[in-house]
């Protein structure tokens, strides 16, 4: 596997911790478990994730973060709470994907990996704000949704196919940039509507 690869694996599954980092671990975990995902020998260290506390544990906050993650300012809370979890989980996951004989190398996964999963934090959370603004609980639940699945999809495709694994991380991140402007941009007009005195 090839240097661009393995950063395109690491870039993806970081992006893809903002999101949704227990889901990353226990679908990781789970599908080195039962053999879906071979995993190459410079991986090896990825293997605790099918240890089974490791799983235990990523199951028991996926499924809490899928319940959460569909009440309307409850997921807000829920992404308050993880502005700190996800970045270093990110961080660690693109850490165990990159050659551990290179430190170097392990030092840039770590900081970009961290650096990836809180862009893509950023990005959701701010999304996940704007929605809120909505009365109707539809949409929270259609987005959450919608998250779970790309998250799964693209978790498979990034280890499934490490060529496009690359193209997966930039798209990823222009994801996350365009949410983040178009949420700035929004929250900033609600605010200053309701800044705007009486007449």
């Given at each position: 596997m090839g240097i661009m690869e393995i950063i395109g694996i690491a870039g993806s599954v970081s992006l893809l911790s903002g999101w949704?980092?227990?889901?990353?671990?226990?679908?990781?975990?789970?599908?080195?478990?039962?053999?879906?995902?071979?995993?190459p020998e410079h991986l090896?260290?990825?293997?605790?994730?099918?240890?089974?506390?490791?799983?235990?544990?990523?199951?028991?906050?996926?499924?809490?973060?899928?319940?959460?993650?569909?009440?309307?300012?409850?997921?807000?809370?829920?992404?308050?709470?993880?502005?700190?979890?996800?970045?270093?989980?990110?961080?660690?996951?693109?850490?165990?994907?990159?050659?551990?004989?290179?430190?170097?190398?392990?030092?840039?996964?770590?900081?970009?990996?961290?650096?990836?999963?809180?862009?893509?934090?950023g990005g959701k959370a701010s999304a996940r704000a704007v929605v809120n603004t909505s009365p109707e609980p539809v949409s929270n639940v259609a987005v959450s949704g919608l998250e779970d699945i790309a998250t799964v999809?693209?978790?498979?495709?990034a280890y499934e196919y490490p060529v496009v694994a690359a193209g997966i991380a930039l798209v990823l991140l222009a994801i996350a940039i365009a949410l983040l402007l178009i949420a700035r941009r929004i929250i900033r007009r609600v605010f200053f509507r309701v800044r705007e005195p009486d007449t």
């Open positions: 949704r980092l227990y889901l990353c671990v226990f679908a990781t975990g789970l599908a080195m478990r039962f053999d879906a995902l071979p995993v090896a260290s990825l293997a605790v994730l099918e240890n089974p506390w490791v799983m235990g544990i990523a199951l028991v906050g996926a499924l809490a973060e899928f319940f959460a993650d569909k009440v309307m300012w409850l997921d807000s809370i829920w992404d308050t709470v993880h502005t700190l979890v996800r970045p270093v989980g990110g961080a660690l996951l693109a850490l165990a994907i990159v050659d551990p004989s290179d430190p170097a190398m392990q030092v840039i996964a770590f900081l970009l990996g961290g650096g990836a999963s809180f862009l893509a934090h999809g693209l978790l498979w495709l």
